[in-house]
């Protein structure tokens, strides 16, 4: 895979992460999973929260890592011009 197509799956990880971090949320704050399910509407609601979480930090963490490699390969260039 190039180096583009890693960069957008992971941008679609990130989405998809944050996507589920905020249904979590908003599963949680309805209530309704709570009256319907008890125990087991928080706990479905917790797993989208931390699917969501595993989805997006390693990929931002990967993302910072690029773009620091490409930010000084963009100052070594300045400095020796």
Do not use: Q, R
């Given at each position: 895979m190039t180096e583009k197509n890693i960069i957008r799956t992971l941008k679609v990880f990130i989405i998809l992460g944050i996507c589920l971090i905020i249904l979590g949320h908003s599963l949680?704050?309805?209530?309704?999973?709570?009256?319907?399910?008890?125990?087991?509407?928080?706990?479905?609601?917790?797993?989208?929260?931390?699917?969501?979480?595993?989805?997006?930090?390693?990929?931002?963490?990967?993302?910072?890592?690029?773009l620091m490699k490409l930010e000084s390969e963009l100052t070594t260039k300045n400095t020796h011009v």
């Open positions: 949680l704050a309805s209530n309704y999973l709570d009256k319907s399910l008890g125990v087991h509407g928080i706990m479905i609601s917790a797993a989208c929260i931390a699917v969501g979480v595993l989805f997006s930090l390693p990929t931002k963490i990967y993302l910072t890592i690029l």
